[in-house]
Every structure is written in C-alpha cells, then in structure tokens.
C-alpha cells in the first residue's frame, strides 16, 4: 500500500517543517514539500491522510510496560492485546515489555512464556529487556545467546528483597557481561533491605493506609540506590539506565554521574510528573489507586524532574504501566499497604498528558516531546533510526496529531483493561486522528481499523 500524508507540520526531535510524507509498504520513503507536484510521479499513492493543520510525528515509543505480569499474587490487568491496543489508541507505536526470571530457573523460560504471551496479540510493534533475578554462570551466558536475538537490555532490581533483589556483587558481574556484551543495564534504583525494615515498622504502629507506602520509601533510598548504581556500573565500565526516576535527590545522582560523561540514562514517567503523595492521601481507600513504586513524591519535586527534562538530565518519559483494577486488585490491601499491587495504569495516556501538561503549559518544546517519547528511548534501546523519527528508510509508525482535539481521560474513554483512571476527569487538548504503524493505519479518528494481531516482534540492537 502507498500513502501519502499530506499536507501536515512534520516535527522530529529537530525539525519543524511543513512536508509531505510518502510511505511504500511499511517504509517511510520520500517527504517532499508540501504539494510537489509529480513528486512521485508514477507511483501515485492509494491512499491520502490529509494532515493539514495537524503535526506528523513518530509514534510514540514506550520503554517499560508490564503487560500480563504475575506479581503480588495477581497478574496485570492488560494483557499483551488491550495493552498495545491501548497503547496505539494514545499514539504509541512501539513498546518494550519485561519479561520476568524465576529465581532458580532460566533466562530462556522466560523469554519463552513471554514471546508466548505476547504472540499474535499486539496492535503495535514490541521488544523486551529481560529482568534478571538470579545471576549466576549459567545466566551470565545466557544473557550473550538473548543479545544476539535482540533482547540487549537487563533490568536488575535493589529492591524487593526475597522476591526480584539481587545483591552489589549479582550486579556488578551482571554489569560486566552487559558491558562485554554491548547491552545496557536498567536499573530499579531503591534501597529494598533497608525499606522493608521501615515498612515492618509501619505496619507494626497500626500505619496502614495507602499514604504511608510513600512514607515508608523515602527519597534517600532510591537516591543511595541510585548513587550505588552508577558507581557500579562506572567500576564496571557499563552504560546504565535508571529507570522510573521519581525523585529529587536521587536526579541528582544522575546529574553528577552524566556531568562527568559517564553513559549514564533516566527516565520518569507521568505519573510523577503529574501526581504526588496527595494522591496517596485521597479519601477512604482511594490512595490505592495511586501505589506504585518508586512512590510519588511530594508535589514539589516535579518541577526538578520537567526541569530534567528539559536540561537532558532525564532523557525519556515512559510509563512503567503496571495497571491493577481497584475492585478485586488494589483492594486486596485495605488492612496493609504492603498487599495492594504496585503500579499505575498509563500507557494509553502519556503522549496526552506530556502534549498538554508539557507542550501546551509550556514546559517543553515540540521537538523535545518528540524526543523524550520516542526518539531518545529508539537510541538509548537499539531501535534508532528503525524507529523514533521521521525520515526516508525508518518504519513508518506515525501519528497525525490534531492540537485541538480535547479528550477527558476518563476511564469511560480509555482502552486500558483497568476500572479507574488516575486522571479521571481532567480534559487534554491535543490527541492522535491516526496513528500508523509500518505503513498501516492501526487507529483512525479513536477506532481500531487494524487487523487483529499484526504487530511484531523487535530484535533490538546493541548501544554500543
Ligand atoms: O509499581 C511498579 N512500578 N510496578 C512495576 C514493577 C517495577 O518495579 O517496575
Ligand atoms: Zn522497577
Ligand atoms: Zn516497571
């Protein structure tokens, strides 16, 4: 099929510029200025999406989902088909999902039941880094035959002691072999031996209430864990990404650590952005709603993180979309915090919070919220210049964006398989009319006009 997207304003990480976006299959293959004529003469396109007072941008690409995860004896509430589904209705058109290793058994088991999961079901494009909870011989080898099948990032855990934490000599080696290997390491950056003594100490004052699962994991621990991080993987000569950032000090860390060139990356995601330890406090047993971890923060250190976002010491927002339903998930915890799932419901509304809280308040410019979303993750993940730009030989995952469109990200109007929205009744203005993903529209004016299905596994590069 040849398309033609006419007519609309093209914004990349660094240009803004009217253009005409020529796409043959599932490649982007010319842009043209506006209304060239005989531009591609003889191949005439099947297919035009006016895009006229519209920006043409590159899907989205969202580097931590949790899609259909086991954890806190539940799963996630999207699996790998409402989620991507969800995903492309928010104009994301890539994710890179977490398969998870059981201690005791192999890396290749899990890659396994998660290719298995995901088969067949996806709407958009996706990858994985492997989460590694058990470093050993066998594993450390194991981790060179998945980089070779494009599974070229490992997230390792300090937190969660008895569960997914690995200890600093686990990390180090691990960090070694991602060095030898050209693979980076994410890293869940909280001090979880000393978090769960706060957490038992809580728990034995009567301090149960969703609001005291922030209280119990403050900013120091996940800044320490943060510092400890970077120091590692600058012994080990290792690139290093620090994921869901959420807090002040430990952005600090990171500051420190890139100012003196060290391959050091992180993200945050919206929901620091946009939420805080308010949330948490919200009447009756509403606060579940919002646990996740690292918790939010107080509201003030939000600036600091759109501050980082704006200098390059943070270079991607992705959403860390872990979603539980609050009836029969989250309230599982009504006596104890510690039993209500982890995680937050995002990834169908990240473009739509970061355009309207980010671009339009003035936070960020255009081109950097095209880069934060899409661009920065495909170079830090291996997917650059396949995906997260505009331009002759990349995939063309597109989004038409209309800056007037308005939307209240009410649950009623989102796909995630969840039955809240952390962001009920607040209205944005900006929202895809069509989201393409190689060459085929996935959705068009908020319906899914896509095969069932039709997306793809990513073998990722290295990133060095
Ligand atoms: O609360 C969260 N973030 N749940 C997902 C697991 C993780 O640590 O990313
Ligand atoms: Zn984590
Ligand atoms: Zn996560």
């Known amino acids: 099929m040849r398309t033609l997207v006419r007519g609309g304003t093209v914004v990349t990480a660094v240009d803004t510029y009217e253009g005409d976006v020529w796409i043959d299959g599932e490649k982007i293959v010319a842009i043209t200025l506006p209304g060239l004529p005989g531009a591609m003469s003889g191949r005439e396109p099947e297919r035009t999406i006016d895009a006229r007072g519209k920006y043409v941008m590159p899907g989205g690409i969202d580097a931590h989902t949790h899609l ?47 290719h298995a999961k995901a088969e067949g079901k996806t709407a958009i494009d996706h990858g994985f880094h492997m989460i590694v ?41 691990a960090m070694q072999r991602a060095r030898d290997l050209g693979a980076m390491i994410c890293m869940h950056a909280e001090n979880g031996l000393a978090l769960d003594v706060l957490v038992e100490q809580a728990i034995a004052r009567g301090e149960t209430a969703p609001k005291y699962h922030s209280i119990t ?34 952005l600090e860390q990171v500051v420190e650590a890139r100012d003196r060139g060290l391959p050091a990356y992180a993200e945050t995601c919206p929901q620091y952005l946009f939420c805080s330890i308010d949330d948490l406090d919200r009447e009756g047993f509403e606060g579940a709603k919002y646990v996740c971890t690292p918790p939010l923060r107080p509201r003030e250190m939000q600036d600091d993180l759109w501050r980082g976002l704006r200098t390059n010491d943070l270079q991607v927002v992705s959403t860390d979309h872990c979603p539980y339903c609050f009836k029969g998930q989250k309230d599982r915890g009504r006596d104890a915090f510690t039993k209500i799932p982890n995680g937050m419901p995002g990834i169908e509304t990240r473009l739509l ?57 009410s649950q009623a109007n989102l796909h995630m398989r969840v039955d809240y929205s952390p962001y009920e009744g607040r209205v944005v203005k900006g929202a895809p009319t069509h989201v393409l993903s190689r060459g085929e529209v996935v959705i068009e004016h908020g319906k899914h006009v896509a095969k069932k299905g039709r997306g793809a596994f990513l073998r990722r590069d290295t990133v060095r």
């Open 68 to 114: 259909d995860m086991p954890g806190s004896g539940t799963v996630s509430a999207d699996d790998f088909e409402s989620g991507t589904l969800a995903a492309a209705h928010g104009g994301t058109t890539t994710i890179v999902d977490f398969p998870t290793q059981t201690k005791g058994r192999s890396l290749r088991e899990a890659l396994d039941t998660w």
């Open 133 to 173: 909870t058990d470093v050993n011989p066998s594993t450390l080898d194991e981790m060179g035959a998945l980089v070779r099948e494009g599974i070229t990032s490992f997230k390792l855990f300090m937190a969660y002691p008895n569960v997914l934490y690995i200890d600093d000599g686990q990390i180090f080696r």
């Open 217 to 250: 994991r403050p900013q120091i621990a996940e800044a320490e864990a943060t510092h400890r991080a970077l120091a590692l993987a600058e012994m080990a000569g290792a690139p290093v990404y620090i994921v869901h950032l959420s807090a002040s000090r430990a």
């Open 353 to 409: 919070l970061l355009w309207d809280g980010g671009v339009r308040a003035g936070r960020i410019s255009m081109n950097r919220f095209v880069e934060i979303t899409s661009t920065a993750p495909a170079k830090i993940f291996g997917l650059f210049p396949r995906k997260g730009t505009i331009a002759p030989g990349a995939d063309a995952d597109l989004i038409v964006w209309d800056p007037d469109k308005e939307l209240e990200l």
